[in-house]
């Protein structure tokens, strides 16, 4: 899906670098560029991410986003092509869900949460949760919305299966939006310093619950 616009305008509003409720602790993107050396790849995802959940998807310059992202717009044309190809790769979680859902339903929850918090650390920010600061704008930036209701919540319906699958996806990934804005939030905090697997022991058993239900429940399956 394309969101039909045409190539960047030529004058950029101010950015807000600081408004990145995703990013992690470190915000500079020389942390970005030293996961990603000699590229500034990772940096420039980030800041078309805060440009297309902030702003209406006309007033986003390459610009702007060249300029958040310490980089030039020429480089970022090089390595994403136009401003709606940039906007197609921000809005596609298709990657993030291939790594989330890699288990089968039996170990999926603890999965979820130590493949959640790891691509956080790994990419200084969270796979899913931009989809949150779309909410409310009848724009392009629905098109996040689209996009996780199809690559994230209505695949995991279909993997997890039986009743209710659909009502479940939507709340497991609720729980899932629900811990990445946590870590968000307290930063720094416990969460921060808290191993992957802690975090897993002590939030896993919750989404596990909701994939695979309970004996006796009469609405879950009982796997």
């Known amino acids: 899906m ?4 045409a190539a960047d305008e030529t004058t950029a509003p101010g950015t807000d670098p600081g408004a990145d409720p995703e990013a992690d ?3 500079d993107t ?3 560029h030293r996961t990603d050396p000699g590229t500034g790849r990772l940096a420039i995802l ?14 986003v310059t390459m610009r702007g986003i060249a300029a ?3 980089v030039s717009a020429s480089l970022i044309v090089k390595r994403f092509g136009t401003k709606e190809q940039l906007f197609n790769t921000v809005a596609d979680f298709g990657p993030a869900a291939d790594r989330l859902f890699a288990a089968p339903p039996a170990v999926l929850g603890r999965h979820l949460v130590l493949t959640m918090v790891g691509l956080r650390r ?5 796979p899913l949760l931009r989809v949150v600061f779309s909410l409310g704008n009848m724009d392009e930036r629905t098109l996040l919305r689209e996009r996780f209701r199809e690559q994230v919540t209505a695949r995991l319906a279909g993997l997890i299966g039986g009743e209710r699958s659909e009502l479940r996806a939507e709340l ?12 968000s939030l307290h930063r720094p905090g416990a969460g921060e310093e808290a191993t992957p697997e802690l975090l897993a022991d002590l939030y896993a058993p919750a989404l596990q619950r909701l994939i695979t239900g ?9 796997r």
């Open 2 to 5: 394309t969101t039909g616009h």
């Open 122 to 126: 790994e990419n200084h920010s969270d």
């Open 46 to 59: 980030r800041a078309a991410r805060r440009a297309f959940t902030q702003r209406p998807y006309a007033e």
């Open 68 to 70: 958040d992202a310490g």
């Open 214 to 222: 309970h004996p006796g429940h009469p609405d879950l399956p009982d």
């Open 25 to 27: 602790a470190d915000t």
């Open 30 to 32: 020389g942390s970005d």
């Open 172 to 183: 497991i990934t609720g729980q899932l939006l629900g811990l990445g804005a946590t870590l």
